[in-house]
C-alpha cells in the first residue's frame, strides 16, 4: 500500500489560482503515473488530469484544458496540479491516486488506487 498526501487547497475567489502539490509518503513517485480528480457536493468523482511516469504525457479534462496545468518534480517526490482562472464549478475536494495515464484518455477512475485524503478547494467571492 502506497500513501499519497494532498495539500493546497483552500478558500479563493474566482478567477483566483491554486497550487495542489500530491506528495509521496514512505515510496519514491518516480516510475508510478500519478491523477487528479475532484468531488463536487453532491456529485460524483471526476478525473480532472494524469501524468505519466516520465512527465513526457499528460491528459486533461476538457473541462480543465487551458486553465489547469499537471507537473512533477521527482526529487521532490511530489505531482503538482496548477490551477488557474478557477471558478465556482471547481468547487470540491480533490484527490490524487496511482493508475495509468494512457495516450488520449483518463484519468479514469476505476483503474486508480491508494488514494490521498483529498485537499478541499472552494472558489468563492
Known amino acids: 500500500q502506497y500513501q499519497l498526501v494532498e495539500s493546497g487547497g483552500g478558500l479563493v475567489q474566482p478567477g483566483g489560482s491554486l497550487r495542489l502539490s500530491c506528495a509521496a509518503n514512505?515510496?519514491?513517485?518516480?516510475?508510478?503515473?500519478v491523477g487528479w480528480f475532484r468531488q463536487a457536493p453532491g456529485k460524483e468523482r471526476e478525473g480532472v488530469s494524469c501524468?505519466?511516469?516520465?512527465?513526457?504525457?499528460?491528459n486533461y479534462a476538457d473541462f480543465v484544458k487551458g486553465r489547469f496545468t499537471i507537473s512533477r518534480d521527482d526529487a521532490e517526490n511530489t505531482v503538482y496540479l496548477q490551477m488557474n482562472s478557477l471558478n465556482a464549478e471547481d468547487t470540491g475536494v480533490y484527490y490524487c491516486?496511482?493508475?495509468?495515464?494512457?495516450?488520449?484518455?483518463?484519468?479514469?477512475?476505476?483503474?486508480?488506487?491508494?488514494w490521498g485524503q483529498g485537499t478541499q478547494v472552494t472558489v468563492s467571492s
Open positions: 491516486a496511482l493508475g495509468p495515464c494512457t495516450i488520449g484518455s483518463g484519468p479514469h477512475i476505476k483503474e486508480y488506487h491508494d
Open positions: 514512505g515510496f519514491f513517485l518516480d516510475g508510478f503515473a
Open positions: 501524468i505519466n511516469s516520465s512527465g513526457v504525457r499528460r
